[in-house]
């Protein structure tokens, strides 16, 4: 039976066979899963991690963190606006900035709690109803508001695909929108759809089951 090791290493040769222009950075989603769970993998060397609760990740993650400055956390779910203190004290990359409020509050306590974080802007291409992002329509004017007014710093654009659906022609749409603003980064690609994700530019893949399992 393949370990959490064996399968990230199967992984990340399999992303470094595609001979990218850019390096791939492999976020490990860790949400539920136990440190006992995740240990592994960090005393493999890896230093990207990714939740989607701000609680259950602090809790997780604050000793580790002061333990090895050099772990890098991901916010990838949606961040409430009132959860923003907390997510710039621990987290160092957020991927789902999608509302003024929200960028707001993650300016003002980056100011307040001395700290810069990375973002990432979540456009919701496909006009889902149920789900978070920046229509497409609203993409420019809200990235100059962050960038320029608020002084944020967008590395790049996050997307997720509509479920049952190809989501070749979003990776591409979402590379089209990455180059109009000159941006160098782009967060899409999950542990079914990586490789895919990769050839259409993704920089950072988000990787859950193909790493750690199933959830129970």
């Known amino acids: 039976m393949s370990?959490?090791?064996?399968?990230?290493?199967?992984?990340?040769?399999?992303?470094?066979?595609?001979?990218?222009?850019?390096?791939?950075?492999?976020?490990?989603?860790?949400?539920?899963?136990?440190?006992?769970?995740?240990?592994?993998l960090i005393e493999h060397g890896h230093l990207h991690f990714g939740e989607n609760k701000v609680q259950e990740a602090t809790s997780k993650?604050?000793?580790?963190?002061?333990?090895?400055?050099?772990?890098?956390l991901h916010m990838i779910g949606k961040l409430q606006s009132n959860k923003a203190k907390d997510a710039v004290k621990l987290f160092d990359y957020i991927h789902s900035v999608?509302?003024?409020?929200?960028?707001?509050?993650?300016?003002?306590?980056?100011?307040?709690?001395?700290?810069?974080?990375?973002y990432f802007i979540?456009?919701?291409?496909?006009?889902?109803?149920?789900?978070?992002?920046?229509?497409?329509?609203?993409?420019?004017?809200?990235?100059?508001?962050?960038?320029n007014e608020i002084?944020?710093?967008?590395?790049g654009l996050m997307l997720i695909p509509p479920?049952?659906?190809?989501?070749?022609?979003?990776?591409?749409?979402?590379?089209?929108?990455?180059?109009s603003l000159a941006l160098e980064n782009m967060s899409m690609g999950m542990s079914s759809d990586y490789m895919e994700a990769i050839k259409n530019g993704s920089t950072f893949v988000r990787l859950g089951s193909s790493i750690f399992g199933s959830r129970s």
């Open 98 to 118: 999608d509302n003024q409020k929200l960028a707001d509050n993650l300016s003002k306590n980056e100011i307040n709690l001395n700290r810069k974080l990375k």
């Open 61 to 72: 993650w604050s000793e580790q963190k002061k333990n090895n400055q050099n772990l890098k």
């Open 151 to 155: 002084n944020l710093k967008i590395i």
């Open 3 to 40: 370990t959490i090791v064996d399968r990230f290493d199967k992984i990340k040769s399999k992303i470094l066979s595609l001979k990218t222009n850019k390096p791939v950075n492999i976020i490990a989603v860790s949400k539920t899963f136990t440190l006992d769970h995740i240990k592994p």
């Open 163 to 179: 479920n049952n659906e190809n989501p070749e022609k979003y990776f591409k749409s979402l590379n089209e929108l990455n180059k």
């Open 122 to 147: 979540q456009v919701n291409i496909a006009h889902e109803i149920q789900k978070s992002g920046i229509p497409v329509n609203e993409l420019d004017a809200f990235y100059n508001y962050c960038v």
